[in-house]
């Protein structure tokens, strides 16, 4: 039987969140939304408080890099922030006279978010700007090891509400210890819920009997073509696969050469820090990466010297070594190499030429990551035109650092996001970058216009001279 004392704690944490949440809306405005969501970053972007909260995300989770998490931290914050600086999410948002059709925003209620280890202050901060964006309360439900860290968001969230005069119920958690009963009764009991991180709980999700979001998991492959700039292509994997040591879901996992300039680009890779290991040594990396069948907690998301020690690869790499690239061709539940590896170690392939890599990238995500993304380095645009007709992807980055570009960036057009909806090949009820339209209701006022009834031969006219009547 369930703890009935957890679902009574989670109920209240709930209760209260609805309270806070009507009087949110019912004395709402832009202007107060606004300032809602520019309080929460506040909250995480103030360099000391920044610090601190990396500080923590990495000491109790194990996971990451201190440096690189502020870094994230910043920049997801301020992107999200600029992408909804002018975004209308109260009252009306759009009038088209022609159609008739006048567009409300309205709240969704209580949002609950269930967040990952790999990014315990990132995440939440993303969901709870979305959320007051569009004037909902939120309750997080962070990972074990991610509570403590949770918690002092939320506490400089709200000391930034007392600042404004803003309830706290707005932004609450699931206390500590985290328990699956609690997790659940937030899944049920909530208007809506958005899941990042486990398939389980994204699973748990789905079939909650609420709404729900939830986001696939990444296994980015990159191709390598022959009319690459492979100086460029090698540095921007290097940046991206050693950011917050590969924590991201989309860092890259494989690449995919072309036999053509294969040599040429191991070489490249290896002036940006990569060792590449010979074949021969897949079963060696394969022994020491996954202990019964898990992935080593020694050597994920840690930093190349303890990911080396961990590989006792201490003799077999040069000094300075970033990230290991080992040289493999299976793919499949048999070749663990082939999935996700949440680590400095990326899996490389030779393809004869460009149709051979799209059937090996194609294999790489009909067995894991179907959905997410897929990269390439080319100077033939036409060819990521081709991945993305073909391919069971929801986004083809082209020519950029991947963990970087596929959740926004200054320099292209996407969303600023932490988490990536994968579209039916991955399960998912979204195909985009999670961001504030899916925190609101629109409500919409129908208006009568003239009559616009098409005649029969208007429709049929190229179809009939084709097939007649």
Sequence with gaps: ?????????????????????????????????????QAVGWAIMEPKRNKEL????????????????ITKNYRKTLGLLRDISDVKTYGIIDENIDR????????????????????????????????LKCGNAIVISPSPKGIIGCER??????????????????????????????????LEETDLVIVTGSQNN???????????????????????????????????????KTFDNATSCSSENSIIILDEVYDNFIKELSLVGCATLPNLMENNIIERLWKKGQLNREAIAQDADKLINALNLDDQVPEGTKFIGIETNGIGANYPLSGEKLSRVISIYRAKDFSDSVLTAKKMLMHYGAGHSIGIHTNDKLRATKLGMTLPTCRVIVNQPHCFATGGSFNNGMPFSLSMGCGSWGGNSIDENLHWKHFLNVTKIV???????????????????????
């Design 1 to 37: 039987m369930p703890n009935q004392s957890e679902i009574r704690e989670v109920n209240q944490i709930i209760a209260r969140a609805r309270i806070a949440q009507n009087e949110f809306e019912n004395s709402g405005s832009q202007e107060k939304y606004d300032n809602a969501a």
């Design 54 to 69: 990396a500080e923590l995300a990495v000491s109790t989770t194990g996971l990451g890099n201190v440096n690189d998490k």
């Design 100 to 131: 008739g059709i006048t567009k409300i925003a309205r709240a969704i209620g209580v949002i609950g978010a269930v967040v990952p280890s790999t990014n315990p202050i990132a995440t939440p901060a993303n969901n709870i700007i979305n959320s």
């Design 153 to 186: 968001l939320i506490h400089y969230i709200h000391l930034e509400f007392e600042k404004i005069g803003l309830n706290k119920d707005l932004v609450q958690m699931i206390p500590a210890p985290g328990t699956k009963v609690k997790t659940q009764q937030m």
């Design 202 to 240: 994204v699973r748990r999700a789905y079939t909650s009997g609420t709404p729900a979001i939830g986001v696939g998991a990444g296994n980015v492959t990159v191709i390598i073509d022959e009319t690459a700039d492979l100086k460029d292509a090698a540095e921007k994997i290097a940046a991206s």
């Design 447 to 469: 208006n009568e216009i003239p009559n616009e009834e098409p005649l029969l031969e208007d429709i049929f006219d190229e179809y009939w001279s084709k097939a007649g009547k």
